[in-house]
């Protein structure tokens, strides 16, 4: 992974950018708590800790949770386990799309730089908290890097200079899944919170009949799969801008999914690209309203209040989901 000084400076934008929005304070109440409090019955059996309770093993119970010298001391006839304190912290896992369409942006920062500012606010977040962060990115077919116990700013910066031309980061999967299908299988074992943060593109693709391809169906599934587990909350990044052509009287081909084009002026292009964007949110969302995932629709438009509104109302929903 090649890091360039242009890297470094839009580090730089990432990192001003998430400063503006600080929801430290959101992780100090039970609201953001209970998102990611779900604990695995293993955990509550952990090697560390101090002794909180002992009683008799059932198989429920990790077999590394026996305490042999307590088993003798209180009944040598069973085997006795035991439950230990363990830290209030919360495993978070942010997934990063860096495929060539979050590569888009006409303001100062991409869809993937503005994705990224909005892991780093995650990031420092919970990092304050002493939480276990850990970061996948990925692009349109493969798993690019998984990356554990860093700093906000690396993520940032392997976030930004990750290349999907880079056959070295790139695992090979089943063409019939995508990156964010092979994403999931990243996941912590611990339940925790799970940001994706992506234009989630890979969620529409269809053939020329109109349905959905096989990998799109299977990066559904992974979705679905993770948030029966895992808080998944559903950061949908898009730029408006993305589906606009300059105001001009000439003519345009356009191209749909079926491979038919047809000419028309720029500004009946715009009007077909503004529907087709509605159309994609709407499918999006209702795909997220469907497996009962919170999710957000974030821009590079919007400003810090917007965005500090924005992440209230997804961590809200979060802690709805979960009662």
């Known amino acids: 992974m090649i890091i360039t000084d242009e890297h470094r400076m839009t580090l ?12 430290s304070e959101l992780m100090e109440t039970e609201l953001l708590r209970g998102a990611g409090g779900r604990v695995s019955p293993a955990r509550a059996f952990d090697t560390l800790g101090d002794i909180k309770a002992i009683k008799e093993w059932d198989p429920d119970i990790p077999y590394r949770a026996i305490h042999w010298g307590l088993s003798l001391k209180e ?24 495929s060539i369409t979050m590569d888009f942006g006409t303001l100062d920062l991409t869809k993937r730089a503005f994705g990224l500012a909005l892991g780093a ?18 692009d349109d077919k493969k798993i690019g890097v998984l990356l554990e116990d860093a700093s906000t700013e690396e993520m940032v910066l392997v976030g930004l200079a990750y290349d999907p031309a880079n056959s070295l980061l790139r695992i ?37 009949k109109g349905r959905l391809t096989e ?39 356009m191209q749909d999914s079926s491979g038919a084009r047809d000419t028309m002026t720029f500004a009946e292009a715009n009007a077909l690209m503004a529907a087709d964007r ?46």
Do not use: Y
């Open 172 to 208: 090979p999967i089943d063409p019939s899944k995508n990156g964010i299908s092979m994403s999931m299988t990243q996941l912590p074992e611990d339940r925790g919170i799970v940001p994706i943060i992506s234009d989630f593109l890979q969620l529409l693709r269809k053939d020329r």
């Open 75 to 98: 009944n040598p006839m069973k085997k006795m386990a035991v439950v230990r304190k363990r830290e209030n912290r919360i495993d978070w896992c942010l997934v990063h799309d860096a």
């Open 12 to 23: 730089i934008k990432v990192m001003q950018r998430a400063a503006q929005v600080d929801i």
């Open 121 to 138: 606010i995650f990031s420092q977040a919970a990092l304050k908290k002493c939480d276990r962060v850990a970061e996948v990115v990925f």
């Open 278 to 323: 509605t159309a994609r949110l709407a499918e999006l969302k209702a795909f997220f309203e469907e497996i009962r995932c919170p999710f957000a629709v974030f821009s590079p438009d919007d400003d810090a209040p917007e965005m500090r509104r924005k992440l209230l109302e997804l961590m809200i929903l979060a802690a709805a989901t979960l009662g």
């Open 215 to 253: 990998a799109a169906q299977s990066a559904r599934e992974a979705i679905t799969r993770a948030s029966r587990f895992h808080t998944v909350l559903g950061c949908i990044i898009e730029d408006p801008r993305e589906c606009w052509f300059p105001d001009s009287q000439a003519e345009i081909t």
